[in-house]
């Protein structure tokens, strides 16, 4: 797993900010229950990033690092005018989308998957939309203000995010992981 592959947490509900004159930043995001948290803080060691975890009364888990020079440049692709900003170039690759998943990721009851954007973005729901498009899963958005998300459904748009994001992590549900449940063609 590489440092920009983090970006896969800033898709969904995941911030980064920039502390003082700059020369550190601070990644932070709220994931559903510890399941998720332990999965998503795996992955971020990995990229070498320690995410502490902050559990919350209703099942939640606020997780955030250090402020970190090595953050920075993603901090500065994910920023304009100091909110976050879908970066124009950003091509979503299945590290990326295995992250996002990840963090925020569910199936829906139509044999779907959901991909949650982040409710105080609502600028970057119509480029990470174009950027799951490029990326072979042409996605719907679908929800309400405050729990928007992307909807990858379809047989090939499924079996393309299968593809992408890989096998079910360990000790994640597999239930809660994208699967296609078509023949194999």
């Given amino acids: 797993m590489r440092r920009t592959d983090l970006a896969g947490l800033l898709c969904g509900p995941g911030r980064i900010v920039r502390f003082g004159s700059g020369t550190t930043a601070r990644l932070s995001l709220d994931v559903a229950d510890a399941v998720r948290a332990r999965a998503v803080r795996a992955a971020a060691a990995a990229a070498g990033l ?23 440049s993603l901090a500065a692709a994910w920023s304009r005018d100091d909110a976050k900003h879908v970066p124009d170039d950003l091509q979503l690759d299945g590290s990326m989308l295995r992250l996002w998943a990840l963090a925020a990721g569910s199936p829906d009851q139509r044999g779907g ?35 928007p998300a992307l909807r990858i459904a379809g047989a090939a748009r499924v079996r393309r995010l299968v593809e992408l994001v890989g096998p079910t992590p360990e ?3 597999a239930t809660d992981w994208p699967r296609w449940w078509g023949r194999a063609s």
């Fill in 113 to 147: 998957y959901l991909l949650a954007l982040d409710p105080q973005a609502p600028h970057t729901h119509r480029p990470l939309a174009a950027a799951a498009y490029r990326a072979g899963i042409s996605p719907a958005r679908v929800g309400a203000d405050d729990a």
């Fill in 171 to 173: 000790r994640v549900p």
């Fill in 50 to 72: 320690r995410l502490d975890a902050d559990p919350a009364d209703d099942g939640s888990v606020a997780l955030r690092s250090a402020f970190r020079c090595d953050l920075v």
